[in-house]
């Protein structure tokens, strides 16, 4: 089917079905890719190819800041319960060590 591209180097930014100046002719395959219009499509051969690297980067910059936030909070967490796991081997090695002591130093019976 014919659309209409406009691009960016070979990164698709739009597709419509109409001539509109800026936009080039091309003949795609139906249905097009979800996401095409997104900018992480790049057009190889006639082809939309999805570019995956592009797609993260895009993905990344359009995060809502809620989410930035919650991605914060959670590698915040994740570094106290490292933290927590950390002090919770110490205390049990020393707790071991105090056992082993007292082993020691009990009469034979």
């Known amino acids: 089917m014919l659309?209409?591209?406009q691009l960016d180097g070979d990164i698709i930014r739009d597709v419509i079905q109409y001539e509109h100046e800026g936009y080039q002719?091309?003949?795609?395959?139906?249905p097009l890719p979800?996401?095409?219009?997104?900018?992480?499509?790049?057009?190889q051969d006639g082809v939309p190819v999805l570019d995956q690297a592009l797609k993260d980067e895009t993905d990344k910059a359009n995060?809502?800041?809620?989410?930035?936030?919650l991605?914060?909070?959670?590698?915040?967490?994740?570094?106290?319960?490292?933290?927590?796991?950390?002090e919770s081997n110490a205390n049990q090695l020393a707790l071991m060590e105090l056992h082993m002591m007292l082993?020691?130093?009990?009469?034979?019976?």
């Open 3 to 5: 659309f209409y591209l």
């Open 63 to 69: 995060k809502p800041i809620e989410y930035v936030e």
């Open 25 to 30: 002719p091309a003949e795609l395959s139906t």
């Open 34 to 43: 979800i996401g095409i219009n997104a900018g992480y499509y790049r057009l």
């Open 71 to 86: 991605e914060r909070r959670l590698a915040a967490s994740e570094a106290s319960y490292e933290q927590l796991a950390s």
């Open 103 to 109: 082993l020691g130093e009990m009469p034979d019976a």
